[in-house]
Nanobody, 121 residues
């Protein structure tokens, strides 16, 4: 059974940083495409970043240059480093996985429960 458990969310002032972690079990992150999605208040869930099996990286334009996705195959974990956070980055952040690598418009098959990120002024 696939389990994705996010951690590292919290409250931060605008301009600050947070690092989200996603611990995976039931799959190996080296063999899956791993994603980060978010859902902001009143908005639809959107893809933020992904890292492919060949470490190919994809970012939403809204976070490019500020967020960095990475993974640690030995720890079977994925990370999202978020810098220069803005008010509009507030939302629930989800770790997701799929055996197929597709762009951020497609929703992956496996999802975590999410972790809240709140950016304040």
């Amino acid at each position: 059974q696939v389990q994705l458990v996010e951690s590292g969310g919290g409250s931060v002032q605008a301009g600050g940083s947070l690092r989200l972690s996603c611990a995976a079990s039931g799959l190996t992150v080296s063999s899956f495409c791993m994603y980060w999605f978010r859902q902001s208040p009143g908005e639809e869930r959107e893809g933020v970043a992904s890292i492919g099996t060949n470490n190919y990286l994809t970012y939403a334009k809204s976070v490019e240059g500020r967020f960095t996705v990475s993974k640690d195959n030995a720890k079977n974990a994925v990370y999202l480093q978020m810098n220069s956070l803005k008010l509009e980055d507030t939302g629930v952040y989800y770790c997701a996985a799929d055996s197929r690598c597709r762009n951020l418009r497609y929703e992956p098959a496996h999802w975590g429960q999410g972790t809240q990120v709140t950016v304040s002024s």
